[in-house]
């Protein structure tokens, strides 16, 4: 059975930076698609970045350029380093794998994400 673990949540001043990890275990995560996903306040959960098997990524227009999605399989571990924060970055950050082959497909719809850690809170303040 997969376990996810985030860390690396905080509170940050607004400009500054901080890098989320995913630690996974019971599961091998290299060639599989995965993605972080927050929840702000009073806000629906939604997408912010996406890499599949091969390395490529995809971002939310919101952090786009201000945050990078990157794995390392030799440690089985997903992050997220978000630079630039802004207070409405403030949210409960998950990370999530998709165990279907076909990454591409529904790639931000979370009902196709598979398993889903706690999640780690971020805080940006103005």
């Known amino acids: 059975q997969v376990q996810l673990v985030e860390s690396g949540g905080g509170s940050v001043q607004a400009g500054g930076s901080l890098r989320l990890s995913c630690a996974a275990s019971?599961?091998?995560?290299?060639?599989?698609?995965m993605g972080w996903f927050r929840q702000g306040p009073g806000k629906e959960r939604e997408g912010v970045a996406i890499?599949?098997?091969?390395?490529?990524?995809a971002y939310a227009n919101s952090v786009k350029g201000r945050f990078t999605i990157s794995r390392d399989n030799a440690m089985n571990t997903l992050y997220l380093q978000m630079d630039s924060l802004k207070p409405e970055d403030t949210a409960m950050y998950h990370c999530a794998v998709k165990y279907s082959d076909y990454c591409r497909v529904g790639l931000w719809e979370q009902k196709f994400y598979n398993a889903w850690g706690q999640g780690t809170q971020v805080t940006v303040s103005s």
């Open positions: 019971g599961y091998i995560l290299s060639e599989r698609c």
């Open positions: 890499i599949d098997g091969d390395g490529d990524t």
